[in-house]
């Protein structure tokens, strides 16, 4: 059976071009950057060159790049080094709706006298640009606030909410582990100080990340050893996966805007389609501000997991809420903050798609949906009873 494969949000192939750059890294070129010879010397030059692929995505300079390990210690490094530099401060801003990688860190640094606000956003996922204008003080280190969500695909004004921060001389982090290689940016022209990506999410392997870092912008080491890194982050290199990384952020920036219109038109295919042929369903998220590739759609009255099972069985994949925190039984705290209503958050679908996606694989899912759909009410105890 063939796998369909929707659940892009959670991770991604990795592009062929990608694997075939690191491939020659791992059995022939696997000297360490860090040595004096010549075949140490020519994976510097490798590193160096991902760099700049990077920056070339996000439109900054590549001296502004730390290569991490992941999306994870990226924006645990921006909030924990910020922190560290800027005691006397005492606030952090937050959403209700950001990824565990920034939530629970808020949460934990609560435990050690932050005070930490969490906005709130309306029942579309928009957040309260008022509420954050009031909450912004003398007292605020950090406003961390993600540039796209993971689970609806809704896109915040980052760049406007960059400029009210940057007015108020406080430092601000952007999680745009969804966004990136799917949004244009041009950091040398935003008020964005940190900005957190993660390879696996845009087709190049998992255990890369990396953190953007304005010049100027005042941050701790958070890897404390040898010099890698700018002495930021140190620990040797991960060449195979950064070289990765640089090449799928070349990709991106190449065909950012035909794949995201490509992309788009079979995501509004797949969801205009299930909106249409199941009944009692509906969308979550601002349908106007959204990635090209995500859709995420709530059928009342059943599980969200045993809608997933049951596509499982004809290969096709998908996910409900995030996959990092799929397995525990709360609905998400995405849609909870959004005020979905308890039964409607239980019944949600992620559809998340790529480059890699065909109309044939929308065409298939949008014939095997309604039936699954239609099963899993006859089976429901709720249907009856309403
Ligand atoms: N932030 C967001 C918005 C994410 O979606 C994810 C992963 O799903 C992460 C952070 C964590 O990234 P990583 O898996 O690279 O640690």
Do not use: W
């Amino acid at each position: 059976m063939k796998t369909v494969y929707f659940d892009n949000n959670a991770t991604t192939k990795v592009a062929e071009e990608v694997a075939a750059e690191m491939k020659p890294l791992f059995c022939e070129l696997y000297g360490n950057p860090s040595s004096m010879h010549t075949f140490g010397g020519q994976i510097g030059q490798k590193i160096r060159r991902a760099r700049e692929q990077v920056a070339g995505l996000l439109g900054c300079s590549p001296g502004e790049i730390i290569f991490t390990s992941c999306g994870t210690e990226s924006d645990n490094a921006a909030i924990k080094g910020t922190l560290a530099m800027y005691p006397h401060k005492r606030k952090v801003i937050t959403t209700r709706v950001e990824h565990p990688a920034v939530l629970t860190v808020c949460r934990e640094v609560e435990n050690h006298g932050y005070t930490v606000v969490e906005l709130s956003v309306d029942n579309a996922g928009r957040v309260d640009l008022e509420e954050l204008e009031k909450e912004l003080d003398e007292d605020t280190a950090l406003v961390s606030i993600m540039y796209a969500n993971n689970e609806t695909g809704v896109v915040f004004p980052i760049e406007k909410i960059a400029e009210m921060v940057a007015g108020s001389g406080v430092v601000f982090h952007t999680d745009a582990v969804q966004a990136a290689g799917k949004m244009p940016l041009k950091l040398s022209e935003s008020n964005i100080d940190l900005l957190s990506l993660s390879g696996h999410k845009l087709h190049a392997p998992k255990g890369v990340g990396v953190l953007y870092v304005k010049k100027g912008t005042r941050l701790s080491p958070f890897m404390m050893g040898g010099h890698q890194e700018g002495g930021r982050r140190a620990g040797t290199e991960n060449v195979p996966g950064i070289v990765g990384l640089g090449k799928a952020c070349e990709l991106a920036a190449e065909n950012l805007e035909e794949e995201n219109s490509r992309v788009r038109y079979l995501r509004d295919k797949l969801e205009s389609a299930i909106l249409e042929k199941c009944p009692d369903c509906r969308l979550n998220g601002d349908k106007d501000n959204r990635l090209p590739n995500t859709t995420n759609i709530s059928f009342e009255y059943i599980e969200g997991e045993a809608i997933l099972l049951m596509l499982d069985k004809h290969g096709i994949c998908a996910s409900s809420g995030s996959a990092c925190t799929s397995g525990s039984l709360e609905p998400s705290h995405v849609l909870r903050a959004m005020g979905v209503p308890f039964t409607a958050a239980h019944g949600s679908v992620r559809f998340s798609l790529s480059r890699y996606n065909t109309e044939e694989e929308v065409d298939y899912t949008i014939e095997k949906i309604p039936a699954v759909i239609d099963r899993l009410r006859e089976l429901s105890p709720f249907v009856k009873k309403s």
